[in-house]
């Protein structure tokens, strides 16, 4: 299993100055924040591009006024929805329109969304090879054949392989919420 | 944490899609566009012709000093310049 760090961790880490952190940091919430931008506010590829970036930039610049390195990531998912309302908002003063979902649409759709980073979590986790299969079929879309040339194993043995991986991860994932659950 | 089975968690992760890579790589080169940023408004500081080259064309001023204009250090600069 793969050695994984804390988002604590991470956000220590980045504070410190080091080098390599930011990069982990960025890889770690870029899909959370692109699913905000797209899934939570369905904005437009060039819209949700400005948004992502500036977010980055903003995380980037005030990390060090985060008041809990454990707060990080619903810090990250305010900052982003606060930053698409903007953006809707500047749209809407050019052309109005009713483009910005509900406020319990959106709680929802974050909701969601942070069970799949806890997903995604546990698939860090569980690592290699599993994190490539699971992710290619799941998160990229790759057909069988795709997957199979790109990690050199015949197309017709992935669909078992990504059972085992799914289950694999499922207790994986139920460990977590059992470690988690107050006793 | 709640309860999933295989099928549930395999929706989950389809709702997490790579963000674009160049999204990602410009994020990720933010800390050398905040050197590039520091270094530049240190020179307009102490440089009043750098500093009206940046009030006339921003990008082309970056670029003309040896950095990469890129679209945090311009957007971040135009901000600095219009407070000022």
């Keep these: 299993m793969a050695v994984e760090q804390s988002d604590a961790q991470l956000v220590s880490r980045c504070r410190e100055g080091d080098a390599g952190a930011w990069n982990e940091f ?61 953006r809707l908002r500047l749209q809407a003063r050019d ?5 910005e979902p509900g406020e319990r649409e959106l709680d929802d759709v974050l909701t969601t969304l942070d069970d799949a980073m806890d997903v995604r979590s546990a698939l860090d986790k569980v690592g290699d090879p599993c994190r490539e299969v699971l992710d290619r ?32 991860l499922r207790v994986e994932f139920d460990g977590r919420r059992g470690a988690s659950r107050p006793s | 944490m709640n309860v999933f089975d295989e099928e549930q968690i395999g929706r989950l992760l389809r709702l997490l899609p790579p963000a674009p890579v160049g999204w990602v790589r ?46 945090y250090v311009v957007s971040r600069l135009r901000q600095l310049l219009k407070a000022d």
């Design chain 1, 26 to 86: 960025v890889e770690r919430f870029s899909r959370y924040v692109y699913a905000i931008c797209t899934r939570g506010f369905r904005l437009a590829q060039h819209d949700a591009e400005d948004v992502f970036q500036e977010v980055f930039a903003r995380a980037y610049e005030r990390l060090a006024d985060l008041r809990s390195d454990d707060a990080v990531r619903p810090w990250l998912a305010q900052l982003t929805r606060r930053l698409c309302i903007d």
């Design chain 1, 137 to 168: 079929f799941f998160c990229r879309d790759e057909s069988y054949q795709t997957i199979g040339e790109a990690l050199d194993i015949p197309a017709g043995t992935i669909a078992s392989r990504i059972s085992r991986c799914l289950e694999k």
């Design chain 1, 95 to 99: 052309a109005p329109s009713d483009s």
């Design chain 2, 26 to 71: 410009a994020a990720q080169e933010l800390p050398a566009a905040r050197a590039t940023l520091d270094e530049l408004v240190a020179r307009a500081e102490q440089d009043a012709a750098f500093r009206l080259q940046l009030q006339a064309d921003l990008e082309r001023a970056v670029a003309a000093a040896g950095y990469e204009p890129s679209s």
